[in-house]
Nanobody, 121 residues
């Protein structure tokens, strides 16, 4: 069974930094992409950043220039370096990944349980 295990969330002051990590637990055949979305109460989940297995990245407009996504496919891990944090970055951050499993016969997106990031002013 495939699971995503997130770590690195917490409380930080405005202007501070945090680094989120997410590792794939379980057997997968290959990775298509991995990344992060976030959600606050009453709002839809929104893109933070995604990275493909080839290294192409995509960022949400609100985090461009402040957040950096990176991945280590061999370790099945994705990272999100968050700098210059603002109160509006406060949210639950969800790791996700588009994986091929069962020797490539299946493909679906998996989601982690989420990790809370709180930026205090």
């Amino acid at each position: 069974q495939v699971q995503l295990v997130e770590s690195g969330g917490g409380l930080v002051q405005v202007g501070g930094s945090l680094r989120l990590s997410c590792v794939v637990a379980g057997s997968i055949f290959s990775i298509n992409d991995m990344g992060w979305h976030r959600q606050t109460p009453g709002k839809q989940r929104e893109l933070v950043a995604q990275v493909t297995s080839g290294g192409s990245t995509n960022y949400g407009d609100s985090v461009k220039g402040r957040f950096t996504i990176s991945a280590d496919n061999a370790k099945k891990t994705v990272y999100l370096q968050m700098n210059s944090l603002k109160p509006e970055d406060t949210a639950v951050y969800y790791c996700n990944g588009d994986f091929n499993t069962d020797w490539g016969r299946e493909r679906r997106r998996y989601w982690g349980p989420g990790t809370q990031v709180t930026v205090s002013s």
